[in-house]
């Protein structure tokens, strides 16, 4: 089955930056999207970035902050998160649609603090 590894996770502190990347792997139909939910303690997961070919959609909240990059023959995206705020804290989910089916990685760890 589709298998979507995250990494880059980690502490950094109120205006640093980091740089979260996604390799999928597991399937040998083409990865149609592929991007980066997000979810707050106490809220829903939400969309922080997406990519399906030339098309790039940003949350309000990442516009501007936040690249989203993909090299779509590792199947790999990245997402590199500058200017971080403790609102950004959250588990960051890899998101691909792989034949029509949405699959998930199992989640990493950004916590903004000082």
């Known amino acids: 089955q589709v298998q979507l590894e995250e990494s880059g996770g980690g502490l950094v502190q109120p205006g640093g930056s980091l740089r979260l990347s996604c390799t999928g792997s597991?399937?040998?139909?083409?990865?149609?999207?592929m991007g980066w939910y997000r979810q707050c303690p106490g809220k829903g997961r939400e969309l922080v970035a997406s990519i399906t070919g030339a098309t790039i959609n940003y949350s309000d909240s990442a516009k501007g902050r936040f690249n989203i990059s993909r090299a779509n023959a590792r199947n790999t995206v990245d997402l590199q998160m500058n200017s971080l705020e403790p609102e950004d804290t959250a588990v960051y989910y890899c998101?691909?649609?792989?034949?029509?089916?949405?699959?998930w990685g199992k989640g990493t760890l950004v916590t903004v603090s000082s």
């Open positions: 998101y691909a649609n792989v034949g029509g089916e949405n699959d």
């Open positions: 597991g399937s040998a139909l083409y990865f149609f999207a």
